[in-house]
């Protein structure tokens, strides 16, 4: 009950849109374990993180559509992943095939102000180290995955960490058809720097939960979430919320905070007035 007169209060206060959807992170169930904490991060650490996720997998979506329309489903069957780095003003999105033992250079394109150039075959023979780590990353981190489990898919993003030399590579519930906000069943994985070991696995949350889409007819609107594992919000916050155009509001550690795309903001003194 507090919290539903926290948001009225966080809506009146910082005139925030008045449609609102609320969830527990406990899924309501009485046999969800008991909460795991993460591993916490700053504030500014989250923003600029999940930020560059969502950069990430726009370009591979993008990318993605391309490779589409540009090879065949002959082909297309080939591909095990992507990887993403950046070039000059873009990013380069290289689709990687299967090989015999490693994986190969299949296909790239370079996304710039969001839209994909053209899909052309790798110029390189083989992948470099960095990039087969990278592979081994992601299939450690698949290979890994925990009990909670709130799509038969996962999408996946990867980047360095800026704070070690390991890798940091998310297994993200995706969005279903109905356009629903996936905001449970995302994983955290550090990986080593070969790619071959996990350092750490966090689940990001302790249950499954799909906000619904906002009505049609209502322009503004916003999602309130109960945060059980972390003190504050995480990086997919601040990824769905910049993905769904979706102000988010965060119950964590008897504190109150906004995300608002990129910007999060400790928002319980203005609630409580």
Not at 36 to 58: C, N, T
Request: hydrophobic share 45%; charged share 20%; with cysteine.
């Amino acid at each position: 009950m507090r919290f539903t007169v926290a948001l009225a209060a966080v809506a009146a206060t910082l005139a925030l849109p008045a449609f609102a959807q609320t969830a527990d992170a406990t899924g309501g169930g009485e046999d969800r374990p008991a909460p795991v904490p993460i591993e916490e991060w700053s504030l500014e650490k989250v923003s600029r993180i999940g930020a560059e996720m969502f950069r990430l997998d726009s370009a591979a979506w993008l990318a993605t559509d391309a490779l589409l329309e540009a090879v065949s489903q002959e082909e297309l069957r080939s591909v095990r992943g992507w990887l993403i780095e950046p070039v000059d003003d873009g990013l380069r999105v290289h689709f990687y095939r299967q090989g015999d033992p490693d994986p190969a250079p299949g296909w790239e394109s370079v996304v710039k102000a969001d839209r994909a150039g053209p899909v052309t075959l790798a110029a390189q023979s083989a992948l470099t180290t960095e990039e087969l780590a990278q592979t081994r990353a992601l299939a450690t981190a698949r290979a890994n995955i925990g009990d909670l489990r709130c799509s038969p898919n996962v999408n996946t993003v990867i980047m360095d960490d800026p704070d070690s030399d390991d890798w940091l590579v998310w297994l993200l519930t995706p969005m279903p058809d109905n356009g629903a906000v996936p905001i449970g069943g995302h994983y955290r994985f550090r990986i080593s720097s070969d790619g071959r070991t996990v350092l750490r696995r966090d689940q990001l949350s302790n249950a499954c939960f799909f906000a619904d889409a906002p009505p049609a007819d209502v322009q503004d609107s916003m999602l309130f979430y109960t945060q059980i594992v972390s003190k504050g919000p995480v990086e997919t916050h601040v990824f769905l919320s910049i993905q769904n155009q979706l102000p988010i509001i965060i119950a964590a550690n008897d504190r109150l905070f906004g995300v608002a795309g990129a910007e999060i903001a400790d928002i319980t003194e203005a609630a409580e007035k």
